[in-house]
């Protein structure tokens, strides 16, 4: 048998966590990760990372998507539970989602079975934070800041012999060749990369402070949440659907500023680290596929991974192992072997 080549493009939370699946079910073969940013400069980075589908997140049936949450849940939560756990940046939190007006917003249907701890609020737990809480759920999950998941994750990677390239990637002809299989986990760049319509940013601006006394997070009403990770708070956010602007709006951070201090009146004074700005890649239903390309009369196998949406480090894990059977099923299946 010929070596097994496999491409994972994205260095992503979705790029990184396929890559070490991949490595896991194929000891022989040689994996290369290619991206054109990495770490820090990745909508990943911007995220808070806590655990918690959006209730309208879909794969493409009730079951897998509820099955890749479930998967992801408990591979954060092993990871957690480990010795590594500080080291990936993975660690438990509980909060509050609040709401003023709509009992159906403070429902997750795929926590509630799920998640050990799932309750409906008391009348005190209203009470906690400032404003006219009608509504409440609280919960214990799982957060994973990705300044540390992402190192972390990528070290393994490349202790298990894993390569990294730093490319842009413009024409899927420009790697196809050169592989068995090439996984898609490019974000939104899949967007520009070909003409997936389907595949739309939600802009989202946050503020990174230093705020240790906080150990709760809570969510209420306009997009406003407060969520600890392990040594910052990300205070949000603005969900603006369709817009491409990766740069800082100053009236945004100010409006996130005044709703967060009005929200937990002690984060005024917390020290900003960092005003950032992500574009979600929504697509409904998310795309975890295989498609077999025909360039040139070259047939390329690709397993498509991309359009997390503002739920992808949640769902990373689940999504990926998802991912990696279908890689399985189309080796398999035929191809340059
Ligand atoms: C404000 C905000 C808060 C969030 N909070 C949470 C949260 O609390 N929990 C949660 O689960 N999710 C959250 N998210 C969502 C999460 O950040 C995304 O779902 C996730 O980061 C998507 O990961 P990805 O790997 O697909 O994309 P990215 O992190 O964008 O990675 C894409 C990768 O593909 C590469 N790439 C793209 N195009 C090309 C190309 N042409 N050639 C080469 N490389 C290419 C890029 O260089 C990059 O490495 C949040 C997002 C935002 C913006
Ligand atoms: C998800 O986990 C819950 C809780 O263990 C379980 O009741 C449910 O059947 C699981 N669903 C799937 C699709 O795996
Ligand atoms: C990524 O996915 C899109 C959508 O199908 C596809 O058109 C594009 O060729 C893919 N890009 C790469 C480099 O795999």
Same mark, same amino acid.
């Given at each position: 048998?010929?070596?097994?080549?496999?491409?994972?493009?994205?260095?992503?939370?979705?790029?990184?966590?396929?890559?070490?699946?991949?490595?896991?079910?194929?000891?022989?073969?040689?994996?290369?990760?290619?991206?054109?940013?990495?770490?820090?400069?990745?909508?990943?980075?911007?995220?808070?990372?806590?655990?918690?589908?959006?209730?309208?997140?879909?794969?493409?049936?009730?079951?897998?998507?509820?099955?890749?949450?479930?998967?992801?849940?408990?591979?954060?939560?092993?990871?957690?539970?480990?010795?590594?756990?500080?080291?990936?940046?993975?660690?438990?939190?509980?909060?509050?989602?609040?709401?003023?007006?709509?009992?159906?917003?403070?429902?997750?249907?795929?926590?509630?079975?799920?998640?050990?701890?799932?309750?409906?609020?008391?009348?005190?737990?209203?009470?906690?934070?400032?404003?006219?809480?009608?509504?409440?759920?609280?919960?214990?999950?799982?957060?994973?800041?990705?300044?540390?998941?992402?190192?972390?994750?990528?070290?393994?990677?490349?202790?298990?012999?894993?390569?990294?390239?730093?490319?842009?990637?413009?024409?899927?002809?420009?790697?196809?060749?050169?592989?068995?299989?090439?996984?898609?986990?490019?974000?939104? +760049? #899949?967007?520009?990369?070909?003409?997936?319509?389907? /595949?739309? !940013?939600? &802009?989202?601006? =946050?503020?990174?402070? *230093?705020?240790?006394?906080?150990?709760?997070?809570?969510?209420?009403?306009?997009?406003?949440?407060?969520?600890?990770?392990?040594?910052?708070?990300?205070?949000?956010?603005?969900?603006?659907?369709?817009?491409?602007?990766?740069?800082?709006?100053?009236?945004?951070?100010?409006?996130?500023?005044?709703?967060?201090?009005?929200?937990?009146?002690?984060?005024? +004074? #917390?020290?900003?680290?960092?005003?950032?700005?992500? /574009?979600? !890649?929504? &697509?409904?239903? =998310?795309?975890?596929? *295989?498609?077999?390309?025909?360039?040139?009369?070259?047939?390329?196998?690709?397993?498509?991974?991309?359009?997390?949406?503002?739920?992808?480090?949640?769902?990373?894990?689940?999504?990926?192992?998802?991912?990696?059977?279908?890689?399985?099923?189309?080796?398999?299946?035929?191809?340059?072997?």
């Amino acid at each position: 048998m010929q070596d097994l080549n496999i491409a994972v493009l994205g260095a992503g939370v979705i790029g990184i966590t396929t890559a070490v699946e991949l490595q896991k079910q194929f000891r022989n073969a040689k994996i290369n990760v290619i991206a054109d940013k990495f770490g820090e400069d990745t909508t990943s980075a911007v995220a808070a990372g806590i655990f918690r589908p959006g209730t309208g997140f879909m794969g493409p049936s009730k079951d897998i998507t509820q099955k890749w949450v479930n998967d992801s849940y408990y591979y954060w939560d092993d990871i957690r539970r480990s010795v590594e756990g500080p080291n990936a940046g993975v660690a438990e939190i509980s909060g509050y989602l609040f709401s003023s007006e709509f009992k159906e917003i403070v429902k997750n249907h795929y926590l509630e079975k799920l998640l050990p701890i799932y309750r409906r609020t008391t009348e005190e737990e209203l009470k906690l934070c400032k404003g006219d809480w009608k509504y409440g759920t609280f919960f214990t999950t799982v957060v994973t800041q990705n300044s540390y998941y992402l190192p972390w994750s990528t070290k393994k990677f490349l202790a298990a012999g894993g390569n990294i390239l730093e490319k842009k990637v413009n024409y899927f002809s420009d790697v196809a060749n050169d592989y068995n299989v090439v996984v898609n986990c490019t974000g939104l +760049g #899949a967007k520009a990369l070909c003409s997936d319509n389907q /595949l739309v !940013p939600i &802009r989202g601006q =946050v503020i990174k402070v *230093k705020a240790p006394w906080i150990k709760t997070f809570f969510y209420g009403n306009y997009d406003t949440y407060i969520l600890p990770g392990l040594d910052s708070v990300t205070l949000g956010g603005t969900r603006q659907y369709e817009s491409y602007d990766k740069s800082v709006n100053k009236y945004d951070g100010l409006s996130i500023k005044e709703r967060c201090e009005e929200f937990v009146p002690s984060l005024r +004074g #917390a020290e900003v680290i960092a005003h950032k700005v992500g /574009l979600r !890649p929504h &697509r409904t239903p =998310v795309r975890v596929e *295989k498609e077999v390309l025909n360039l040139n009369g070259n047939k390329v196998n690709i397993v498509h991974n991309y359009g997390h949406g503002g739920y992808g480090v949640t769902t990373a894990p689940g999504t990926s192992l998802y991912a990696v059977g279908l890689v399985k099923e189309m080796l398999m299946g035929n191809c340059k072997l």
